[in-house]
């Protein structure tokens, strides 16, 4: 594969518990040079949908469950500052922000509620993390040989989805998830 050469010496994966995030998790422990540090940030963590994500982290040191809700600033900072301590001295070499919310709605049912959380947690959720864990992610690129950016020194990584698409309409007639499909957009944007 093509992460074969990469050894990323500490990340942080958010909406980790469960899905795409949980199976970031499980790729990066079978990397022939796991990471020392691997972060997983969820809603929950002492939840009944954390259970397989505690489990895993329990068989390895490596893992720390942190709590973090991405729409939250202060979860953020708090998330950071929680991060900062265990790396110590070095910093952050990846973040990956894959937490993200869909709600099952269509065109004509939609909400401002609905929109503004959607967009909350897969928008605005994903540049208040970079903007909180970039001093990290400077020292992480500071501190490692060579030029430029690289994942193997620091890099931020937004999960979008088909869903975000605009040249395609995948799912529309099965699901017109109007906020998430929008807000993965923007985040496509912001990448």
């Known amino acids: 594969s093509s992460m074969a050469g990469l050894h990323v010496r500490s990340l942080l994966v958010t909406g980790a518990n469960r899905g795409i995030g949980l199976g970031l998790i499980q790729h990066f422990l079978k990397m022939p040079k796991p ?3 691997i972060f997983a940030g969820c809603r929950d963590p002492k939840g009944q949908r954390a259970q397989e994500l ?10 720390i469950v942190i709590r973090l809700e991405v729409a939250n600033p202060a979860s953020i900072k708090a998330a950071a500052a929680k991060v900062g301590e265990h790396l110590g001295g070095s910093g952050l070499n990846l973040l990956i922000n894959n937490a993200g919310i869909a709600k099952l709605n269509t065109l004509d049912t939609e909400t ?3 929109m503004t959380e959607v967009y909350a947690t897969n928008t605005v959720g ?3 993390m970079g903007q909180a864990f970039l ?3 400077k020292k992480a690129a500071q501190g490692s040989p060579g030029s430029g950016m690289s994942c193997s020194k620091a890099a931020i990584i937004n999960m979008s989805s ?3 698409s605009i040249a395609s309409s995948f799912g529309w007639d099965q699901m017109q998830v109007t906020s998430y ?3 993965k957009v923007l985040s496509h944007v912001l990448s």
């Open 126 to 128: 994903p540049m208040l």
């Open 162 to 164: 088909i869903g975000g």
């Open 112 to 114: 401002l509620e609905n």
């Open 35 to 37: 990471p020392q540090w």
């Open 135 to 137: 001093p990290l992610l």
């Open 181 to 183: 499909r929008c807000s």
């Open 54 to 63: 505690q489990n895993l982290a329990s068989k390895h040191p490596n893992i």
